[in-house]
């Protein structure tokens, strides 16, 4: 346990950041599945899809989340999918 009352308030907002950062990397994993799904079963939808998945990937790493070159790499992949 820390004695140094910044170190303790430290904590508790690495806490929450981590919560949030995690959550953000689900959603995006979330909708790069359903657009994965859609593309593979030629749905109709697969547009609208596509461009969540590229808003969310680029939304992760621009908080960092994960790094720039995995985005463009997932938005390459993503991209030859919907072709």
Known sequence: MPNM???VKR????IKKRANN???ATSMRTSKKKFLTAAKNNE???NELYVQAVKAIDKAA???IIH???AARDKS???KKLA
């Open 5 to 7: 009352i910044q170190t």
């Open 11 to 14: 904590q508790r907002q690495d």
């Open 22 to 24: 995690v959550g953000q």
């Open 44 to 46: 109709e939808n697969a």
């Open 62 to 64: 621009s908080k960092g």
């Open 68 to 70: 720039p070159n995995k």
């Open 77 to 79: 992949r993503l991209s």
